[in-house]
């Protein structure tokens, strides 16, 4: 089975014993695995079908008490880190060989995220002989996913088509394996063939991200159309859509005063439409479907814009209907992410210190990191973001990725001192999928490199 992210699908529930009510209907052969009888779903919604799956005795989302201290001490060994932990007790300020390292006070693995991986790496202590597979990125680290597929955990083939909408080959699933599904979550129609297909399910889905999926069907609800601030093809968005009725997605302030300004003054429908072709719901109509909105979001987006498109939504809607009838037309609940919200918290508090340079450390494809080096090229600073210790070259070359999204190499990136002419002030942090090990890795890089270009001096 291929399916299609951010398209809606059948709904399909595992096969029971005919009734009048239902239509009947067996998914098509796939080479090399056994077609499935299904039925058609009695009539739930969203909220209501995948709470069937989880209540499901294949379904696990706590846990495996038998394997969980050995996951732990795994993890406790590959991902800590002593010399950030010294960081820690030390105000989070290091100085070494003319460089002053300043920490950010919250930074790296959120609990969501550790949670994700420990469930993982349960499950295939739990299941040493089964097939796992995972349904994409457990995080966005690529050191994380390359140990799991070290440990044997296969990742389910994607393809992106030109419109960059995700396509998964499910096909190669057997009952007999077991899948698990991400920090960032699963669409409905994936858990569902999983479910009909009768595997046994490991959830490490973000309670973060369910929190989101519980307002989208609280808009739907209140007969609501859900306006979700996020990237319309990122793994948590696709999944958080696929849990909403009618929705729309903007990405950053600029689509969101588009869409006001639609609300108060009309507008091209079929421009609005091409906009928006990849991240509305099926048969969304402007004119039809923006009178009633909620505000919604990817828990990883910049938590000052999400709040104020909530804001410019509600000034809209009241602007349109008055305030007295505000209540029929908005409703709002807080679904920024406490993890998200505390690291760019003390990203903007380091950026307030006289740095010479910034260090982001985090994977490539990770939003809530993309977010970090965007506070820091905001406030004007020099800032290289990395996904490993790896980018940091020898001859004092670094190969990062830029706020806008190109991987370059930079020569010269370390100054051999300060502006003030005393030690380089370097300033830290990481994403939420980044391991302390892997910010230590790259701290150890940066000392080489900087005792090797002050020894040329």
């Known amino acids: 089975m291929f399916v299609t992210a951010g398209v809606s699908g059948q709904r399909w529930a595992r096969a029971t014993p005919?009734?009048?009510s239902h239509v009947s209907r067996t998914l098509p052969a796939v080479s090399g695995v056994r077609s499935v009888r299904m039925v058609a779903e009695p009539q739930l919604d969203k909220k209501q079908q995948r709470r069937r799956i989880m209540q499901g005795e294949k379904f696990n989302?706590?846990?495996f008490a038998d394997t969980k201290e050995e996951a732990q001490g795994m993890m406790v060994e590959e991902f800590t880190s002593e010399l950030l932990r010294q960081m820690r007790e030390e105000a989070y300020i290091l100085e070494r060989d003319g460089i002053t390292v300043y920490l950010a006070k919250a930074y790296g693995f959120c609990w969501g995220v550790e949670r994700a991986i420990a469930l993982a790496y349960e499950a295939r202590r739990q299941y040493p002989t089964e097939r796992i597979w995972i349904t994409n990125e457990i995080i966005h680290n690529p050191n994380v996913n390359r140990r799991l597929q070290e440990m044997g955990v296969h990742f389910v083939p994607e393809a992106r088509d030109a419109d960059g909408r995700v396509h998964k080959d499910l096909s190669g699933i057997q009952p007999s394996?077991?899948?698990?599904?991400?920090?960032?979550?699963?669409?409905?129609?994936?858990?569902?063939?999983?479910?009909?297909?009768?595997?046994?399910?490991?959830?490490?889905?973000?309670?973060?991200?369910?929190?989101?999926?519980?307002?989208v069907d609280k808009h739907h609800r209140a007969q609501c159309?859900?306006?979700?601030?996020?990237?319309?093809n990122h793994e948590e968005t696709v999944a958080?859509?696929?849990?909403?009725?009618?929705?729309?997605?903007?990405?950053?302030?600029?689509?969101?005063?588009?869409?006001?300004?639609?609300?108060?003054?009309?507008?091209?429908?079929q421009t609005f439409l091409k906009t928006f072709r990849n991240a509305m719901s099926a048969d969304f109509d402007p004119d039809r479907d923006l009178v009633k909105v909620g505000v919604a979001n990817q828990t990883t987006m910049m938590k000052n814009e999400t709040a104020a498109i909530g804001k410019m939504l509600e000034k809209?809607?009241?602007?349109?209907?008055?305030?007295?009838?505000?209540?029929?037309?908005?409703?709002?609940?807080?679904?920024?992410?406490?993890?998200?919200?505390?690291?760019?918290?003390?990203?903007?508090?380091?950026?307030?210190r006289e740095l010479d340079v910034v260090l982001v450390v985090g994977g490539f494809n990770s939003s809530n990191t993309s977010h970090?080096?965007?506070?820091?090229?905001q406030r004007g600073l020099a800032v290289y973001h990395v996904d490993s210790a790896a980018r940091i070259l020898p001859d004092n070359v670094i190969e990062h990725r830029t706020v806008h999204g190109e991987v370059v190499q930079t020569r010269g990136w370390l100054p051999h001192n300060g502006t003030?002419?005393?030690?380089?002030?370097?300033?830290?942090?990481?994403?939420?999928?980044?391991?302390?090990?892997?910010?230590?890795?790259?701290?150890?890089?940066?000392?080489?490199t900087h005792a090797v270009e002050r020894a040329r001096v």
């Open 18 to 20: 005919a009734r009048s």
């Open 61 to 63: 989302r706590r846990g």
């Open 177 to 215: 394996d077991v899948v698990v599904l991400p920090a960032f979550g699963a669409t409905l129609e994936e858990m569902t063939y999983l479910d009909a297909l009768g595997c046994r399910i490991v959830d490490t889905t973000c309670p973060w991200v369910s929190k989101v999926w519980n307002t």
């Open 225 to 232: 159309t859900s306006v979700i601030h996020g990237k319309w």
């Open 240 to 269: 958080t859509a696929s849990f909403a009725e009618k929705y729309v997605i903007v990405r950053d302030l600029g689509q969101a005063e588009y869409l006001c300004d639609y609300i108060l003054h009309g507008g091209d429908k």
């Open 316 to 352: 809209t809607m009241m602007k349109k209907y008055g305030p007295a009838e505000l209540s029929e037309h908005f409703v709002a609940f807080n679904t920024i992410c406490d993890a998200t919200q505390e690291r760019q918290d003390a990203m903007l508090e380091l950026v307030e």
């Open 372 to 377: 970090l080096v965007e506070i820091a090229e």
């Open 420 to 448: 003030d002419g005393g030690t380089v002030r370097l300033g830290v942090t990481s994403g939420a999928s980044t391991p302390d090990r892997h910010v230590e890795e790259c701290l150890e890089r940066v000392f080489l």
